[in-house]
């Protein structure tokens, strides 16, 4: 048995000394990743410094249209928050899309940002393991890859980033503040998921005890117009295999700006920027949908268990905005 200090911090500037001071050491949000890992053998943390009681749960609406969300909130608060809902749909449908309803009720927004990935092989401690240990190999290239990533991979990590709400703010431009050793910081959402690289045991730039305090959402037209799709296994309770977080405007036909991101299919929550070129200033038809997937898709690379991916994510992209430009879709 391997005994684990446990402490609840009361204020943020001592939760990040006492990380900070221990390289052993892990914040704990609502505990769906750290608790699961940690009974798995993955994470192995000689003490845990509580955050739940720091004043980070606010859902502040900005006045130029914004919101900020504390790091603490719980996915099913910000989900249900009225300037969510009405002015960045599909952050609540991605966070409702996550997880079950117990789960959200638990899980944090940073706490989202930090989850780790659901490669079998990192999860089950023993096999090698590039993410969980450097140099050891990685196991699923030649494994059992079905559900890993097409964009974003290299040669030492193919695992899927399994966030959805983290997809959702990557298309709307999201940043991360963090607080830390080094003082206050702001990451753009596109620096703060790093790929695999010849590092995958590093997946955000963040040095030990630096704490996420907030995310910051902010204003753009496109967000009034968007959706996120996910496409799964099964219906609920489950990761993406692909999933679309998408917005649009759109003016006598012709689409003037895009926002495009994709989730279950990267190596982190992926900004389709190759797709947002094509889209911009295009006749908003199917021919355009299509050749915009195609394209961002064509840098994939796969495996014979996921290529099926490539082409699930491209008709997921076309349905994504198929959808959101229905004259039938009610404004
Ligand atoms: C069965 C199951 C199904 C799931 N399905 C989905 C899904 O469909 N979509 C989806 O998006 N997610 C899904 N998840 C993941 C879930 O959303 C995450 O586990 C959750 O968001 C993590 O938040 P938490 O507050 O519980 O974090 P914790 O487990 O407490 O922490 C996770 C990690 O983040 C670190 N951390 C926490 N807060 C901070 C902070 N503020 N600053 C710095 N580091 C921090 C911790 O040290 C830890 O390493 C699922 C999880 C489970 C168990
Ligand atoms: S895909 Fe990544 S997480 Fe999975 S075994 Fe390979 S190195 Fe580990």
């Not at 990040?16 to 053998?41: H, K, M, Y």
């Amino acid at each position: 048995m391997r005994p684990i200090s446990y402490s609840r911090a009361s204020d943020v500037t001592g939760a990040i000394a006492t990380v900070t001071a221990d390289p052993t050491s892990d914040f704990l949000a609502g505990g769906t990743t750290e608790i699961d890992l940690l009974r798995q053998n993955v994470l192995q943390p000689r003490r845990l410094v509580d955050i739940n009681d720091l004043p980070l749960t606010q859902i502040e609406d900005r006045p130029d249209g914004g919101v900020y969300i504390g790091a603490v909130a719980r996915m099913s608060d910000v989900a249900e928050a009225p300037g969510v809902r009405e002015r960045f749909p599909m952050l609540a449908e991605a966070l409702v899309l996550g997880a079950s309803a117990q789960l959200r009720h638990m899980a944090t927004m940073g706490g989202n940002m930090m989850q780790r990935v659901r490669c079998g092989y990192f999860r089950d401690a023993v096999s090698p393991c590039n993410k969980r240990d450097p140099g050891s190999g990685c196991s699923a290239i030649d494994g059992f890859n079905r559900g890993h990533a097409v964009l974003g991979a290299g040669d030492s990590c193919i695992a899927t980033h399994p966030s959805d709400v983290a997809v959702a703010l990557m298309a709307l431009e999201a940043r991360i503040h963090t607080e830390g050793a080094s003082g206050r910081r702001v990451y753009a959402i596109d620096d703060f998921f790093l790929l695999p690289g010849d590092t995958p045991h590093l997946e955000h730039p963040l040095e030990h005890g630096e704490l996420i305090v907030g995310i910051e959402v902010p204003y753009t037209p496109v967000a009034g117009n968007a959706l996120y799709l996910k496409v799964r296994d099964r219906e609920s309770y489950e990761f993406a295999l692909a999933s679309v977080a998408v917005g649009v405007t759109i003016s006598d036909g012709v689409i003037r700006d895009a926002r495009l991101a994709l989730g279950g299919v990267a190596t982190k929550p992926w900004r389709a920027r190759r797709a947002e070129e094509i889209l911009r200033g295009a006749t908003a038809d199917r021919e355009t949908f299509v050749r915009a997937a195609r394209e961002e898709l064509a840098a994939a690379r796969t495996t014979p268990l996921n290529e099926f991916k490539v082409e699930l994510a491209q008709r997921t992209m076309v349905r994504a905005l198929e959808t959101l430009t229905s004259p039938e879709r009610p404004s």
